[in-house]
T-cell receptor, first 111, second 115 residues
Framework: GNSVTQMEGPVTLSEEAFLTINCTYTATGYPSLFWYVQYPGEGLQLLLKATKADDKGSNKGFEATYRKETTSFHLEKGSVQVSDSAVYFCALGGGADGLTFGKGTHLIIQP | DAGVIQSPRHEVTEMGQEVTLRCKPISGHNSLFWYRQTMMRGLELLIYFNNNVPIDDSGMPEDRFSAKMPNASFSTLKIQPSEPRDSAVYFC?????????????FGPGTRLTVL
């Protein structure tokens, strides 16, 4: 079956630091990959996605590249802000099927 | 667009009571998903519907859980009887299925506390 593994948190960084949140997956076929973000008290919002190998998803300064050879989809941002503090979920899936999520990584950015 | 609407936002009930969670998907979306979020297990897919038909309910934890989608604009998730271990945040999400992947849009969730 499908599974997603992402680094445990919390991850605490200073403002303007470089961010990497690791995500690896196990899947049958060729799923799409996603990063969702959850701000306190809210539902999940799609941050970025990639639908095939070597695709790079990007949004709001965040990037992730679909690496089939390493089954990874690591999230990166060059300079984080306090407003980026949230829980980040890596997920896989496709079409009309449900998504398989990682456990989530709580990111804390300190001023 | 109002987005996915869930009600209630918070529910506190006592063990043994029936709980009904409600979801209105985005108009025009034909797939609907119910997820549960807990600290221990993270986000889990419970069940999903395509065109109002349940497709996969393998994530429903027990027979105490049931879900319906009587029409394209409404779905319910019912727990009867509820137990303290059902305490969690329940999310509903919807999307347009068919013709490649489309983003799932999540509602704000219902925080359920079973005492």
């Amino acid at each position: 079956g499908n599974s997603v593994t992402q680094m445990e948190g919390p991850v605490t960084l200073s403002e303007e630091a470089f961010l990497t949140i690791n995500c690896t997956y196990t899947a049958t076929g060729y799923p799409s990959l996603f990063w969702y973000v959850q701000y306190p008290g809210e539902g999940l919002q799609l941050l970025l996605k990639a639908t095939k190998a070597d695709d790079k998803g990007s949004n709001k300064g965040f990037e992730a590249t679909y690496r089939k050879e390493t089954t990874s989809f690591h999230l990166e941002k060059g300079s984080v802000q306090v407003s980026d503090s949230a829980v980040y979920f890596c997920a896989l899936g496709g079409g009309a099927d449900g998504l398989t999520f990682g456990k989530g990584t709580h990111l804390i950015i300190q001023p | 667009d109002a987005g996915v609407i869930q009600s209630p936002r918070h529910e506190v009930t006592e063990m043994g009571q029936e709980v009904t969670l409600r979801c209105k998907p985005i108009s025009g979306h034909n797939s609907l998903f119910w997820y549960r979020q807990t600290m221990m297990r993270g986000l889990e897919l419970l069940i999903y519907f395509n065109n109002n038909v349940p497709i996969d309910d393998s994530g429903m934890p027990e027979d105490r859980f049931s879900a319906k989608m009587p029409n394209a604009s409404f779905s319910t998730l019912k727990i009867q009887p509820s137990e303290p271990r059902d305490s969690a945040v329940y999310f509903c999400a919807s999307t347009i299925s068919g013709g490649g992947y489309n983003e799932q849009f999540f509602g704000p969730g219902t925080r359920l506390t079973v005492l």
